[in-house]
């Protein structure tokens, strides 16, 4: 009994000590952050001066179902985009149109 022990104990050692120390082979990813400067420039624009293509787009399916209630034209570089918040009951989103009234993502 006292050998079967002995030899369990040392099988148990055998084991632990056989275990693979090479190096680690787990994915290793690098973190890069990237600052972005953010040169739009944001314009309030009240909803009447909206451009007709743009009133258009508000009044079509499946827009019009929402009510715009504030809007800003954003300049970025040398593009530009109307940014219009429009809201449903308790919900509130943001769609982006162009001057021709084209959703921009």
Known sequence: MKKMILAVAALGI??????????STQNKRSITTI???DTA???PIKLD???PAVKTTLTTDPVKQWTPTEAFYV?????GYYEIT??????TQVIKLDKDGKIVQ
């Not at 055998?14 to 190096?23: D, E, I, L, N, R």
């Not at 300049?75 to 593009?79: A, D, E, L, Q, Y």
């Not at 429009?86 to 919900?91: F, P, W």
Request: charged content about 25%; overall charge positive.
């Open 75 to 79: 300049k970025s570089g040398s593009t």
């Open 14 to 23: 055998a084991g632990f000590t056989m275990v693979k120390a090479g190096p």
């Open 35 to 37: 600052a972005v400067a």
């Open 49 to 51: 001066e909206l451009p």
């Open 86 to 91: 429009v809201k449903k009951d308790t919900q």
């Open 41 to 43: 420039q944001k314009t």
